[in-house]
């Protein structure tokens, strides 16, 4: 069974950076996955994904501002999100063969 556990999220300013993190148990991080968010009162969102081979994508919103990485040691899946803004408030989960995590909330506001 795999298990995917987000956190690092938090109340941050406009403009301001987060760093989230999901750990991955019973699963290899090396296989592709998803970072989405759901905001309250829409649908939930592509974020980006990161490849088996490690190539990433990104959602227009969020291009140039956020970046996905892993660390293969440590079977974590990251998002480092700058320059951020209100509209990034959501609950942020990742997302691998299916599975999803419960997610981590993100708050941005002055």
């Known amino acids: 069974q795999v298990q995917l556990v987000e956190s690092g999220g938090g109340l941050v300013r406009p403009g301001g950076s987060l760093r989230l993190s999901c750990e991955v148990s019973?699963?290899?991080?090396?296989?592709?996955m998803d970072w989405f968010r759901q905001a309250p009162g829409k649908q939930r969102e592509w974020v980006g994904i990161?490849?088996?081979?490690?190539?990433?994508n990104y959602a227009d919103s969020v291009k140039g501002r956020f970046t996905i990485s892993r660390d293969v040691v440590e079977n974590t899946l990251y998002l480092q999100m700058n320059s951020l803004k209100p509209e990034d408030t959501a609950v942020y989960y990742c997302?691998?063969?299916?599975?999803w995590g419960l997610g981590t909330r993100v708050t941005v506001s002055s």
């Open positions: 997302s691998t063969l299916g599975w």
């Open positions: 019973g699963s290899d991080s090396r296989n592709a």
């Open positions: 990161i490849t088996r081979g490690g190539n990433t």
